[in-house]
């Protein structure tokens, strides 16, 4: 079997065992699934008629409620990377001749999955409340992509937190920056609409582009600027998380 070969084996088995440990933590489902959707209910039945954004505002939230799933979900993955490296599991799979990366990507690719059944739940419960998008097949498929784009990149952040972290409940922590900024961007009300500093906090942080671009993709009227911006926010995000996952890996397992 080829090296190829081989670390795509142990990859499908590290995603196999990272997906069993999600389904039987009730509390990470709820995080990642539930969690956010009690948040959009809570938006668009309670506060939602309180905001002016001229449309109606189940399809103004919708894109950003997009976002703020994958960012609940994150917690879950730097919990686990930390546990697997602190408890000395990752040791013991280097003495079965695992393959090194298959340990990290596993944990990217089931931190993807988990936030594309997020985003599929939110999607489901947005058109119960009267969603009506006006995207195309070709802008939906440019949505799922963006939102892989952005699950991935967060994935591979966060697996980078989790390994740098000291202990567990330190790994959770250091996730909540990255929940806290879908609340700090243009999610919930347009970024023209805040105080001095917010405003400008809100308009050049790295989830406002992507929350616009899925915004314009739905509404069929994608942003160019916009989309740009996103992908390259989460080609950069990416890249950072990916390389300091490497280098904080081979530094401590």
Same mark, same amino acid.
């Given at each position: 079997?080829?090296?190829?070969?081989?670390?795509l084996?142990?990859?499908?088995i590290?995603?196999?065992?990272?997906l069993?440990?999600?389904?039987r933590?009730?509390? @990470?489902?709820?995080?990642?699934?539930?969690f956010?959707i009690? %948040?959009?209910?809570?938006?668009v039945? #309670?506060f939602?008629?309180?905001?002016s954004?001229g449309d109606?505002?189940?399809?103004?939230?919708?894109?950003?409620?997009? @976002?703020?799933?994958v960012?609940?979900?994150?917690?879950?993955? /730097?919990?686990? #990377?930390n546990?697997?490296?602190?408890?000395? $599991? $990752?040791?013991?799979?280097k #003495?079965m001749d695992?393959?090194?990366?298959a340990?990290?990507t596993?944990q990217v690719?089931?931190?993807?999955v988990?936030?594309l !059944?997020a985003?599929?739940? $939110?999607v489901?419960?947005?058109?119960?409340?009267?969603f009506a998008?006006?995207?195309?097949?070709?802008d939906?498929? +440019?949505?799922?992509?963006?939102?892989v784009?952005?699950?991935? /990149? =967060?994935?591979?952040?966060? !697996?980078?937190? +989790?390994?740098a972290?000291k202990?567990?409940?330190? /790994?959770?922590?250091?996730?909540?920056?990255?929940?806290?900024?879908?609340?700090?961007?243009?999610?919930?009300?347009p970024?023209?609409?805040?105080?001095?500093?917010v405003r400008?906090? =809100?308009?050049?942080?790295p989830?406002?582009p992507? $929350?616009?671009?899925l915004? +314009?993709?739905?509404a069929g009227?994608?942003?160019?600027g916009?989309? %740009?911006a996103?992908? =390259?926010?989460?080609a +950069?995000l990416?890249? !950072?998380?990916y390389g300091w996952?490497?280098?904080?890996?081979?530094?401590? =397992?």
């Open positions: 079997m080829s090296g190829i070969s081989t670390a084996a142990d990859s499908a590290m995603l196999r065992r990272n069993k440990h999600t389904l933590n009730p509390l @990470v489902l709820f995080n990642a699934v539930l956010p009690v %948040i959009m209910l809570l938006f039945k #309670v939602g008629g309180a905001f954004v109606d505002y189940v399809d103004y939230a919708t894109p950003g409620m997009l @976002v703020m799933a960012s609940y979900g994150l917690g879950a993955t /730097a919990t686990s #990377v546990d697997d490296m602190t408890k000395g $599991i $990752i040791n013991r799979f #003495v695992i393959s090194r990366g340990v990290l596993g690719v089931v931190t993807t988990r936030c !059944v985003d599929a739940a $939110i489901g419960v947005a058109f119960a409340m009267g998008p006006d995207a195309s097949a070709l939906w498929l +440019g949505v799922f992509g963006l939102v784009l952005l699950s991935f /990149a =967060a994935g591979w952040l966060t !697996v980078a937190l +989790g390994l972290a202990t567990a409940e330190s /790994a959770g922590l250091a996730t909540v920056p990255l929940i806290m900024l879908p609340f700090l961007s243009s999610a919930f009300v970024a023209d609409t805040m105080g001095t500093g400008q906090f =809100a308009e050049y942080q989830f406002t992507v $929350i616009e671009t915004r +314009g993709l739905l009227d994608p942003p160019t916009d989309a %740009i996103a992908v =390259a926010w989460c +950069g990416a890249v !950072v998380g996952a490497v280098a904080t890996f081979k530094k401590r =397992a």
